[in-house]
T-cell receptor
Framework: ETGVTQSPTHLIKTRGQQVTLRCSSQSGHNTVSWYQQALGQGPQFIFQYYREEENGRGNFPPRFSGLQFPNYSSELNVNALELDDSALYLC?????????????FGPGTRLTVL | DAKTTQPNSMESNEEEPVHLPCNHS???????IHWYRQLPSQGPEYVIH???SNVNNRMASLAIAEDRKSSTLILHRATLRDAAVYYCIRTDSGNTPLVFGKGTRLSVIA
């Protein structure tokens, strides 16, 4: 069983640029959630995709957007990058959209905005 | 709002049991308690979850108080590999996501 993978591992961007982060979900999982983790903090929920539709969103502005593809992989897009967007971005996959299913996290993408 | 309270840090000796407390005094009847941990330079990983009864799995045990206002994650024999940040998460009934607090940083001393 292949685990959750994310790319790239690290990324450096400048303020105002746009970035796309990618996530491949674990085999058999149709739900992907994205989280932002600032240094020293717990992960904060950005949004969730279930069967290619957004299925919940946290307190993040519209410049954070996402996609889920038919193979259930997913992208997180962030426009007009700000310095505070520097963080570890985590994706997690699970089978179904229920709360009680174990979420499997990827290793994350470390984004630095200069 | 994480809706749970945990100590910032704890320390344990290797091969001794560790009891990680979590307070969730405003929990409602259908809320689950989940524990995840995050090892250094990794994403969080699921540890255990429960509703009312105590739960055991290969990684840990979860003891939930009778009034459900607190719970304890028990690692029966801590190893150096158990050094991580442990998150206690309460999930509401309905479609709400995992809400992480700052967790408890566990240090294991050889």
């Amino acid at each position: 069983e292949t685990g959750v993978t994310q790319s790239p591992t690290h990324l450096i961007k400048t303020r105002g640029q746009q970035v796309t982060l990618r996530c491949s979900s674990q085999s058999g999982h149709n739900t992907v959630s994205w989280y932002q983790q600032a240094l020293g903090q717990g992960p904060q929920f950005i949004f969730q995709y279930y069967r290619e539709e957004e299925n919940g969103r946290g307190n993040f502005p519209p410049r954070f957007s996402g996609l889920q593809f038919p193979n259930y992989s997913s992208e997180l897009n962030v426009n007009a990058l700000e310095l505070d967007d520097s963080a570890l971005y985590l994706c997690a996959s699970t089978r179904g959209a229920g709360l009680y299913n174990e979420q499997f996290f990827g290793p994350g993408t470390r984004l630095t905005v200069l | 709002d994480a809706k749970t309270t945990q100590p910032n840090s704890m320390e344990s000796n290797e091969e001794e049991p560790v009891h990680l407390p979590c307070n969730h005094s405003t929990i409602s009847g259908t809320d689950y308690i989940h524990w995840y941990r995050q090892l250094p330079s990794q994403g969080p990983e699921y540890v255990i979850h429960g509703l009312t009864s105590n739960v055991n799995n290969r990684m840990a045990s979860l003891a939930i108080a009778e009034d459900r206002k607190s719970s304890t994650l028990i690692l029966h024999r801590a190893t150096l590999r158990d050094a991580a940040v442990y998150y206690c998460i309460r999930t509401d009934s309905g479609n709400t996501p995992l809400v992480f607090g700052k967790g408890t940083r566990l240090s294991v001393i050889a």
